[in-house]
């Protein structure tokens, strides 16, 4: 089990909905901008279905989760948001998905990309499982030149991802130590207050979480990830 041994210097965190960071990696990602990495954020959706009001439109929604979002990553340090406005639950596995992530390794050529875990067993949001993939797959396309020759003529380069840290895992070998960042996780989270109406005690569940992972390395609060590196 891996703990405290990364800082990356450019970190590329891509996400399906706003607050998925902010639950699983909102801790580590307030470290790593505190620690000096330029972090950027980017959402596939910009979460238009997720309300229970009758009367909320998508679009309605969705301008109040950006504007969520952009405060949240605001309290953690983060260094840009870009929002795609796919459709809240309408991701597809498909080569012009992948194209797209591509071209943004290429634009902030991340040390590291963080990103859901698509092989969690009985992960059921088809969004968690689609961007996953999507963005793993996109790191080796924007790895190799001959991938979407296009974005090179547009003035992209090649990068190569050195790591991968993928939250929401059945199988973590690195665990983050939050101690310190557990209140700036909790204040992120409750930017989006548009969602917590429907999560009583949601504080405590979060600690609760982190505590358990926290015990795994013997701190009060962690975060898992499964780190793959690649050469
Ligand atoms: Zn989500």
């Known amino acids: 089990m891996q703990n405290n041994t990364i800082v990356p210097k450019s970190v590329l965190v891509v996400v399906a909905h706003p ?3 902010e639950f699983t990696c909102g801790g580590t990602v307030a470290k790593w901008a505190d620690a000096g990495s330029q972090v950027h954020l980017v959402l596939a959706t910009s979460g238009d279905k997720g309300t229970k009001d009758r009367d909320m439109s998508p679009h309605a929604m969705s301008d109040i989760r950006e504007r969520e979002q952009r405060s949240a990553a605001d309290v953690l340090g983060i260094a840009d948001v870009t929002f795609l406005r796919h459709r809240d639950g309408e991701l597809e596995v498909t080569m012009a998905f992948r194209n797209q992530i591509s071209a943004l390794i290429r634009k902030f050529e991340p040390d590291a990309l ?10 059921v949001h088809p969004d968690h499982r689609a961007i996953g993939t999507v963005s793993i797959d996109a790191i080796v396309a924007a790895r190799d030149h001959l991938y979407v020759p296009e974005q090179l003529v547009a003035g992209l380069e090649p990068h190569h991802t050195s790591h991968v840290f993928l939250f929401s895992t059945d199988a973590p070998d690195h665990l983050e130590d939050i101690s310190d960042y557990m209140d700036r996780k909790l204040t992120s989270l409750g930017c989006h207050a548009s969602q917590l109406g429907h999560l009583p005690n949601w504080q405590d569940r979060v600690i609760q979480w982190a505590e358990l992972t926290g015990e795994r390395i013997g701190v009060r609060y962690a975060e898992a990830f499964k780190h793959i590196e690649l050469l």
Not at 114 to 123: E, F, G, I, K, N
């Open 114 to 123: 963080v990103t859901h875990d698509p092989w969690r067993s009985y992960q």
């Open 19 to 21: 607050d998925d960071m």
